[in-house]
């Protein structure tokens, strides 16, 4: 398993409050403004310091945890796009989607293909950060352009990309969106398909993945928001499974086994408060996988530093 560990330094920030608060000092205030009750002595300070009281990434934001220097992007010219509806049949509803290509190519072009996930609260239009699909496949890492593929968008709604009642946005991508896309010429073998996707996305690519064995040639999630179990799921977001058995067909720990032989890319920020899920899982991940832990919170400055290299992981290993 490739596993980097790396520190970076934040970007001073003159519309931030000053990391001279304390954190205790901002504990009072919380408990003050909010109504919550938060014992700010050194018990409570550590308890929220390690997130098990609410609160940690917002003090991380103000004593500068979460503050990451915006990474320089170099672009190409970007290529042609289309953006439209169909009816999801899976997800009973008519859904968005935009599809993207490199430049010099045009749509009915045979390319691989990256689907990407969006995020709780984010549609196709949202799904990456600061850039459009067309963007990402112009970007230039390390100062090499990415290898040509496309890259397709799409309404997943926010049920975590796993089936519930009347809503199956897992069916829609693989039954539906796939099939779209393929009739466009776009990963059909021999070329291939990759997931990628961020928070919620980066959940969904992984059980995607791991629930359609051979489905995807290549996976790269960002900050994937990874829970421990049901209950945990539920506590913090009753809508993200439909139930217990839902979570465990969806279980990405547990069903760890199925990416075996896939090529995966995972990254979460250290101050994530989804890394423990995350650190449990990279812990079972098929060996040769490549993990990132690095300073950072559950933020679009991480998913943004961490969209170029997830790209280019991409571009090796599915073209």
């Known amino acids: ?10 970007a001073s920030d003159p519309n931030a409050v000053s990391t001279a608060v304390s954190r205790r000092r901002f504990l009072t205030w919380i408990a003050g403004v909010g109504g919550t009750v938060v014992i700010v002595g050194a018990t409570g300070f550590e308890l929220v310091s390690h997130g098990v009281l609410p609160g940690k990434q917002l003090l991380d934001q103000i004593d500068g945890a979460c503050s990451l220097s915006a990474p320089a992007l170099s672009f190409e010219a970007v290529g042609p796009s289309e953006s439209g509806q169909f009816y999801s049949t899976a997800r009973q509803r008519s859904v968005g989607y935009t599809i ?6 045009r749509p009915g072009d ?14 196709h239009a949202t799904a990456l950060v600061r850039m459009t699909p067309a963007q990402a496949l112009a970007l230039r890492v390390g100062g090499a352009p990415l290898k040509p593929m496309a890259m397709v968008t799409v309404d997943g709604g926010d049920g975590y990309w796993n089936p519930h009642p009347g809503d199956d946005p897992m069916a829609m991508v693989v039954d539906e969106l796939i099939p779209f896309c393929q009739r466009r010429g776009l990963g059909v073998a021999p070329h291939q398909i990759g997931l990628m996707g961020i928070s919620m996305g980066g959940y969904g690519a992984l059980t995607i993945a791991e629930r359609y064995p051979g489905f995807a040639s290549a996976v790269a999630a960002i900050s994937p928001a990874v829970w421990t179990s049901y209950a945990q799921a539920h506590a913090a977001n009753a809508g993200a499974f ?4 839902a979570f465990g067909l969806g279980d990405v720990i547990a069903n760890v086994s199925s990416l075996q032989g896939i090529p995966v890319r995972v990254a979460s920020g250290v101050d994530d ?8 899982l990279v812990g079972v991940l098929p060996s040769g996988s490549t993990v990132v ?27």
């Open 1 to 10: 398993m490739t596993r980097y560990s790396a520190r970076s330094e934040g």
């Open 100 to 105: 993207a290509y490199p430049l010099a190519h």
């Open 110 to 123: 045979s390319l691989a293909l990256i689907v990407m996930l969006h995020g709780y609260g984010n549609d």
């Open 242 to 245: 439909a139930s217990a058995s």
């Open 273 to 280: 408060p989804f890394y423990p899920g995350v650190e449990k």
């Open 293 to 319: 832990f690095s300073a950072g919170c559950h933020t679009d400055s991480f998913f943004l530093e961490q969209e170029p290299p997830s790209l280019e992981f991409l571009s090796r290993h599915l073209t």
